[in-house]
């Protein structure tokens, strides 16, 4: 997780609490992970285990009773500059989105603007942030639909979004996300709602797209297919805090988590099925009232007494992977 190669984003025991009338919403309450250049790291985790809290804390775009209480966010800049974005002010947070760090949502349809054309829509996007005329940052933005595989993209950037499917919605978000450049792109489940062949096509797009422009990738998803399709390295995310995190082909092989391995026990084959995570038996915690030790103890079937005293430590167990478990070397 935390290594000196080339490190894009550093996230170190991030806390994230909501202040709301029934109390501290702890939803993200222990995060840490790290994201290096031209390279992919997957989220994953049951609804409600922290996963776009944490996106979202990134980016400083948390509801107003949300509120970073502890941690950093360690992030190094195009021009070297390493930043604890949890410190800097709210104008240098403003740069920083769009131009450095950019997200894309699940929702493609919900995220552009009905009123306005896409290709005002990536224009007005190039031009917040490059000091471009209408006219120039509506040529880029026909460049950028193409390099998207939107084919006709001069004639595209007259349509409105209602007159695009929604894969190729999903296309033009990521246009605006890629048009000025960022060195890291958040992606929270943002091929969620295509179905299958389009969510492929998207997938290899963000796969050529990272070769090209060595972007670092936070993806977010629920999806275990989805996982051993694109992320070099993946944290998986119980109760607010990362359970574990290590390189996917040795995750997939052999999971030191009971969390992950119920997780992946719940799918039936890699590869033959669109595997989405299946129910596992109990409850997620509540994030008003997380247990004093480790958040899984209740659903664990390897669960001792010691397991439910203190929450226990993510430690490293080699080759870069790191589990929060104290079972986890007797299971
Ligand atoms: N504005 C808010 N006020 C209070 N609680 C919130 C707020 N936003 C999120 N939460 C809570 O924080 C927890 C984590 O939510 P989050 O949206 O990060 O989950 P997630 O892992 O992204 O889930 P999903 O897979 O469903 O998208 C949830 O219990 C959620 O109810
Ligand atoms: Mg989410």
Redesign the pocket.
Known sequence: MITAADPLLTVRDLRTH?F?GAGV?K??DGVSFQVRRGETLALV????????????SILRL??A??KIVSGRIEFTSRDGQNRDLTRVSEAEMRTIRGNEIAMVF?DPMSSLNPAYTVGDQIAESIMLHRRTRRREALEIAAQMLEKVGISGAGCRIRDYPYQLSGGMCQRVMIAIALSCNPSLLIA??PTTALDVTVQAQILDLLRKLQEELQMGILF?T?NLAVVAEIAHRVAV?YG?RVVEDGWTSEMFRSPKHPYTRALLNSIPAIGRHPARLQAIPGNPP??LTLPPGCAFEPRCQYAIAECSRAIPNLVHTGNEHWVRCIRHGSL
């Open positions: 909501f709301t919403v939803s993200v985790g049951e609804s409600g285990s922290g996963k776009s809290v944490t996106s979202l948390l509801a009773s949300g699940q929270d489940e977010v629920h995310m607010g509540n994030p």
